[in-house]
Nanobody, 116 residues
Framework: QVQLVESGGGLVQPGGSLRLSCAASGTISSIYVMGWYRQAPGKQREFVATITRGGSTNNAHSVKGRATISRDNAKNTVYLQINSLKPEDTAVYYC??????????WGQGTQVTVSS
């Protein structure tokens, strides 16, 4: 079992920045990829960014050039830094972890609101 706890969400003005954190616990040795997804009101959950155990990253086109995903293996934590935030970035951001077995886990989500 893997537990994920997100933090760092909040209200930010357009053009601002935010760093989200996702702390993993449990059988973390089985995790091979972690990532971030988001869900805006009335929309489906969508991919934002992922990072593999080896450090390879992938970003969605909607945040490319504005978002950086990174990880601190010593802290079992993954981060998502988003700059130049836009109102359309408003969503609940979810952390996701994938095991080599094919099982995936989700965090409880953290709200990000971009508004003046």
């Amino acid at each position: 079992q893997v537990q994920l706890v997100e933090s760092g969400g909040g209200l930010v003005q357009p053009g601002g920045s935010l760093r989200l954190s996702c702390a993993a616990s449990g059988t973390i040795s089985s995790i091979y990829v972690m990532g971030w997804y988001r869900q805006a009101p009335g929309k489906q959950r969508e991919f934002v960014a992922t990072i593999t155990r080896g450090g390879s990253t992938n970003n969605a086109h909607s945040v490319k050039g504005r978002a950086t995903i990174s990880r601190d293996n010593a802290k079992n934590t993954v981060y998502l830094q988003i700059n130049s935030l836009k109102p359309e970035d408003t969503a609940v951001y979810y952390c996701n972890a994938g095991e080599t077995s094919g099982r995936y886990y989700w965090g409880q989500g953290t709200q990000v609101t971009v508004s003046s």
